[in-house]
């Protein structure tokens, strides 16, 4: 027997997760927001058919936006509601996860119509047993139907309608362009010749198209948005292509195409970046500009040839996530402080260091956007452009007509500016532009391969920078990295053992009667069993005091220059890391990862 709204609001408030006077505000306004979800959803395909999908009360209730009863603040959800649920009915219950998926079980199992219609999608197959999300795992008639199609014993799992629904025209509608694609590859595929601004169709329009390669693509676009994720990799191998997605820092197995595809995939791909797609011996870099929920959305596209083919990489640059209010990038209330100050001198040298994928382009990014205003001029020198932003002006360097970064810092000289961002210095020349830039009266940001602050400095001198001019112009330098937050689903207190103090010098002599309280995540449906979700950084931030002028003037070493900073008060990369640690940012697996890189 199916739930109805109001038993599944008395089992709501039974739990504590919904009060008496939620409760009724449901039930009164119940029939009307059902209507309204029909009206409001998207008509899917079925066949031939549009039809809309069935909506079910845990949509009904998660659509009125209310706030658990238990004070916490969290919204009431759609997949918080079933789990309640499922608890009470003694059903199993399971967040659908994409990532967890073998699309060819899924598609091969039952039809996309039948999915459609009956909301279930299968989430595996072991000893004989399948395992099925459904949005009503009571429906003991659609369970023999798919026990009949299948010839396996079938165990229901509940599962949110909202949830299911997605994967089944993300899974199906890319298995089904891909499948559709190798059978036509043979004939060919016209690619066509698209603008460089691509608009992507929604979701639900895809699966009306018979476009199958644009659609595949178009598909791998809208779930790596939907993920988060920071990068696309298409890679060929000897029998297959797999797409992989970087999310949190971490590669994610995400689809298996068939060998016959990726170069039609590869083709379409380079197309809308603007990249000749019969060149295929050389590497190749693009940009593609498109759109996300009415936000504008850049891609930047490499390609390298390898031994099974043309392998792609594609970093998303999403202006959400790219550009912040700098008390979102992780800094602490001193730092701040300390950065914003190096913010308000109207002259001098700012440094920015980190690897790859530190969260250099963001921190740098966003504190131009801070000092953007219609009294200055900002100009920026990179190579590429990560994120096209309206409020600078950007230029691009292009080594092979001689455009390189000492060139255009000279011309960017030439016009009249006020704050100027060098992406990278890479040689003594940059290096002695951008000093010169600072000594007559510019901001400048920059960044520079070391692992410290303290290195850095030296590092400029290293490059044929004379001492004093160091001294003068270098405001402070920032070193950065990123480590993964504690998921706040599922953050659990626990305790450090003196073995993990001492292994990160919490305390010079372990004691069995002194414990660290920190936080861990226990895996939810929310970070996908991981305890961890999204990112935020840990810094080292050097001011250039009286102190360290002056052993810079005397030609100290590294070593004694990170000293006196310490001594000034500054905070290394690695007690930023134990500080986020034991204020429950962060866990003490990252914190290990990132001391083990800096040790």
Known sequence: MSVTLEHLCRVLVDTGMMTAEQQSIAIERGDLQHHRLVEQAPSIGVGRRRVRPVITPAQVVASLRFEMADGSGKPLTEDRIVEALAARMGWEYEKVDPLKLDPKLVTNTMSMPFARRNSVVVLSLADGVLRVAMSDPTDVGLIEQIKQVSGLKVVPVASAQTDIQKVITETYGFSKSVNAAQAQITTGVDLGNLEQFVKLKRVEDIEADDRHIINAVEYIFHYAFDQRASDI??????????????????????????????????????????????ERRLPQDGRIKTSRDEREVEVRVSTLP????????????????????????????????????????????????????SGKTTTLYSSLEALVSTEVNICTIEDPIEMVMESFNQLAVHAKIGLNFPVALRHILRQDPDIIMVGEVRDAETAELAVQAALTGHLVFTTLHTNDTSTTVTRLVDLGIDSFQVASTVIGVLAQRLVRKVCPECREETFLTPDQMALLDVLTVPDETRRLKVWQGKGCVHCRGTGLYGRTGVFEMLENSDTIRRLILEGASAVDIEKAAVADGMVTLRECAVRNLAQGVTSFGEVVRMTAQES
């Open 306 to 357: 390898t031994a099974f083919g043309e392998k792609l990489v594609l970093r998303i640059f999403d202006p959400g996530l790219l550009v912040h209010d700098l008390t979102d990038l992780g800094f602490s209330t001193e730092e701040l402080k300390t950065w914003e100050r190096f913010l308000g001198y109207p002259y001098g040298l700012i440094l920015v260091t980190g690897p790859t994928g």
């Open 233 to 278: 990799h298409v890679e060929p191998k000897r029998d297959k292509s797999l797409v992989r997605f970087r999310i949190d820092g971490v590669l994610h197995d995400i689809y298996k195409m068939p060998r016959a595809v990726h170069s039609a995939v590869v083709s379409r791909i380079k197309t809308m970046a603007r990249l000749d797609i019969a």
